[in-house]
Nanobody, 122 residues
């Protein structure tokens, strides 16, 4: 079975950094897209970033551009999300997800991992 495990969340102050990891396993076919989503209390889930593993194209939601960086270690089915200059509004549970198609806006990802909590204090 495909499994995705997100880790690396924690508590930081405004301006701090965290690096999330998403480790995938159980794939019998190479996934094309690995994405990060987040959901804050009382808010809808939103896409944060996505990377096409085969061509390296990356996408970010406007709110995190210039602060977050997504990268992939294809040999390990691992995707990272480096989050710098964190703000209180980044506080959320962060999830990683995978699919066999390229990153696309409003995509419904096939596989989801458990979330990791990120809390940014002011």
């Amino acid at each position: 079975d495909v499994q995705l495990q997100a880790s690396g969340g924690g508590f930081v102050r405004t301006g701090g950094s965290l690096k999330l990891s998403c480790i995938g396993s159980g794939f019998t076919v190479e996934p094309k897209a690995i994405a990060w989503f987040r959901q804050a209390p009382g808010k809808e889930r939103e896409g944060v970033s996505c990377i096409n593993r085969h061509d390296g194209r990356v996408y970010y939601t406007e709110a995190v551009k210039g602060r977050f960086t997504v990268s992939s270690d294809n040999a390990k089915y691992t995707v990272y999300l480096q989050m710098d200059d964190l703000k209180p509004e980044d506080t959320a549970v962060y999830y990683c997800a995978a699919d066999y198609v390229d990153c696309a806006a409003n995509s419904v990802m096939l596989y989801w991992g458990e979330g990791t909590q990120v809390t940014v204090s002011s």
